[in-house]
């Protein structure tokens, strides 16, 4: 009888990964800038005008020795599932955040820290308008801004606007509260 490895019982590929119980670089300390979002959180969504209120679940944990942080997120009604991640770019200095979601959505933001209790991101997003299991679909690229204020323990606010090609803009906001 022969013997042969397969990917399911051949020896994990760690070469990405640090050496076991070190970290070969401590988080930065601008990444406690984004403690507020730890935890889980309930927001309640105030949309713009003509637009429908819905509620927003948050669970972000630190990522990659604390690094980052990854945030998934679940908006009701819609079932629109999405994840952020953020960062601390050491190179330009500002803080970053990518975007996905379920219905093939995307963005990219940057924010150069906190400035009189606002920290703001800004940057494009690609929002699928009509989500298609075809792969296929229409959407429009807007521009983002995300104003986060912290409240208090627990409770943040997150201002949202976007801003269409055609210079309107609609802005709604988020206001979460730690469970």
Aim: charged share 20%.
């Amino acid at each position: 009888m022969a013997l042969t490895v397969s990917p399911v019982n051949a020896e994990p590929d760690t070469r990405a990964e640090p050496p076991r119980g070190r970290n070969p670089l401590p988080a930065p300390p601008q990444i406690r800038d984004l403690d507020f979002l730890l935890g889980s959180h309930t927001c309640d969504y105030t949309p713009p005008p003509g637009g429908k209120p819905a509620v927003l679940k948050l669970n972000t944990k630190r990522a990659l020795g604390g690094h980052y942080l990854y945030t998934d997120a679940t908006l009701e009604p819609g079932g629109v599932v999405g994840r952020s991640s953020f960062g601390w770019n050491p190179v330009d200095r500002t803080f970053i955040t990518q975007y996905h979601d379920n219905w093939g959505s995307s963005g990219n933001y940057t924010s150069p820290g906190w400035k009189d209790g606002h920290l703001i991101f800004k940057g494009p997003l690609t929002q699928v308008i009509n989500p298609n299991a075809s792969g296929e679909t229409t959407g429009v690229k807007l521009d983002l801004r995300d104003d986060y204020q912290v409240l208090g323990p627990g409770h943040f606010k997150d201002t949202t606007s976007f801003t269409f090609p055609d210079g309107s803009t609609l802005q709604g906001s988020y206001d979460c509260r730690r469970q």
